[in-house]
């Protein structure tokens, strides 16, 4: 039975082929009472940048919850869930793209597709676990 962690390890084992010099890690974004589901420090286009991604099987409202108090924290956001709800999020896409989010469907095989593009800003907060982190991996990200 596929569940929200199961949908991230999925996603995580597709999307970090075309991850170029990025890694994945957990890290609190706005407060400590909750972590994003998944944070990826990558190279995009000769730049690092911020990705954070929340999972969710149905709860529509709870991932754009989610997805936009993580917005402060990363250069893109973006909402996750099962193809089966492809329909859902294009019916909701203009919601979606208006609160600055990207959204993402995972087929059961881990193929992802883009249903609305992220929109990439230029700066977001770093908070002192992002910095560890990235001092850590010996990255010395130059964000935008």
């Known amino acids: 039975m596929i569940n929200e962690d199961t949908l991230r390890q999925t996603f995580w084992e597709h999307y970090r082929y075309r991850v170029k010099g990025g890694f994945m890690f957990e890290v609190s974004m706005e407060n400590k009472n909750r972590k994003a589901d998944l944070v990826t420090i990558e190279e995009y286009q000769g730049r690092w940048q911020i990705n954070a991604f929340e999972f969710k099987l149905n709860d529509y409202d709870k991932v754009m919850e989610q997805a936009k ?46 249903i609305v593009p992220a929109p990439a800003r230029d700066e977001c907060l770093l908070n002192q676990e992002i910095l560890g982190i990235a001092e850590m991996n010996s990255y010395k990200p130059s964000l935008y």
Do not use: F, Q
């Open 69 to 114: 108090a993580n917005i402060r924290y990363c250069n893109r956001s973006w909402i996750v869930m099962p193809e089966k709800k492809r329909n859902h999020l294009k019916n909701h896409a203009a919601e979606i793209k208006g609160n600055g989010l990207g959204a993402i469907t995972i087929e059961d095989g881990g193929r992802w597709h883009i």
